[in-house]
């Protein structure tokens, strides 16, 4: 875990008050590192070896197999939800509906935090899991702010060795408008 991960993961859930969920929790050291900061966090991933692995690793922290397309949350039950370096995965037509289900989950006035590889365009690449996608932060905000959210941060970053870097915290706006009767 980066240093400079560590602080901004930190400082994003220093203010959230409710629920947190790691949405792509691997391993689930993020997951963990939050439970030990003394939040209520959940970690989750679509891959059951990686909740496996979490599991035994931090038996305290719950972990569960869930999926971006459905988390398993009822309807603005977070506080926030840190999604770092998951939604890398998701072939880029598949973000929107991730994010609107972020959006879904989270209520008003709570958070994400979304950490991707940062690139001139969206663009595979191979990574050690499964394909990767580099992403402009401009165009990784426009779908931020498409889902919901208002970007309150933008970071990005090249450490020695490594690809570019980014992250955005967005806050989740006020209430979704009602549906429109016929």
Do not use: N, Q
Not at 71 to 98: C, F, K, N, T
Not at 154 to 169: C, E, K, N
């Amino acid at each position: 875990m980066h240093e400079l991960d560590r602080e901004l993961i930190s400082r994003w859930a220093e203010h959230l008050d409710g629920p947190l969920l790691d949405a792509g929790c691997g391993p689930g050291h993020w997951a963990d590192h939050l439970w030990r900061l003394g939040h209520e966090v959940e970690g989750a991933d679509l891959v059951p070896a990686f909740v496996a692995r979490a599991e035994e690793r931090f038996p305290e922290v719950p972990f569960r197999v869930a999926s971006f397309d459905d988390l398993g949350v009822p309807d603005a039950g977070l506080a926030g939800i840190l999604a770092w370096y998951s939604l890398i995965h998701l072939e880029p037509e598949r973000v929107p509906s991730a994010l609107d289900e972020f959006a879904r989950c989270i209520a008003p006035g709570g958070s994400m935090l979304l950490g991707f590889f940062d690139g001139v365009s969206v663009e595979p690449f191979p990574h050690k899991v499964v394909t990767a996608y580099l992403w402009p932060p401009s165009e990784m905000v426009e779908r931020v702010e498409a889902a919901g959210f208002t970007v309150e941060e933008v970071h990005t970053r090249t450490d020695p060795g490594s690809r570019p870097l980014a992250a955005i915290v967005a806050r989740r706006t006020g209430a979704e408008p009602a549906s429109p009767t016929g």
